[in-house]
């Protein structure tokens, strides 16, 4: 069993950077895909980032390409999002999760959660 826990969210003005960890343990989760997902206020959660288990392949949302960078340190079986450039729009809970080997954008695929982080976005 994967427990996930999420850490590094807080309140950042616009164009400003966060860092979120995701720290697995129960299980190594070097053979899994790992995604980042997000929910806002009155909306679904939408998906994020993933990053395959071979750390060869990231796929990300369209409006968070060439603002985030998700990756991977199998060693410390954390998996990190680096969010730059921020915008008001970024605000949400951001959680971490565990899917198979195989990559997916969709939230049913991933099989472990973490509690989510909060990530808030001042105009």
């Known amino acids: 069993q994967v427990q996930l826990v999420e850490s590094g969210g807080g309140l950042v003005q616009a164009g400003g950077s966060l860092r979120l960890s995701c720290a697995a343990s129960?299980?190594?989760?070097?053979?899994?895909?790992m995604g980042w997902f997000r929910q806002a206020p009155g909306k679904e959660r939408e998906f994020v980032a993933a990053i395959s288990w071979s750390e060869d392949n990231t796929y990300y949302e369209d409006s968070v390409k060439g603002r985030f960078t998700i990756s991977r340190d199998n060693a410390k079986n954390t998996v990190y999002l680096q969010m730059n450039s921020l915008k008001p729009e970024d605000t949400a809970i951001y959680y971490c999760?565990?899917?198979?080997?195989?990559?997916?954008?969709?939230?049913?695929?991933?099989?472990?959660w973490g509690q989510g982080t909060q990530v808030t976005v001042s105009s």
């Open positions: 129960g299980r190594t989760v070097s053979s899994y895909t």
């Open positions: 999760a565990a899917a198979g080997r195989a990559y997916s954008r969709r939230a049913t695929d991933y099989f472990a």
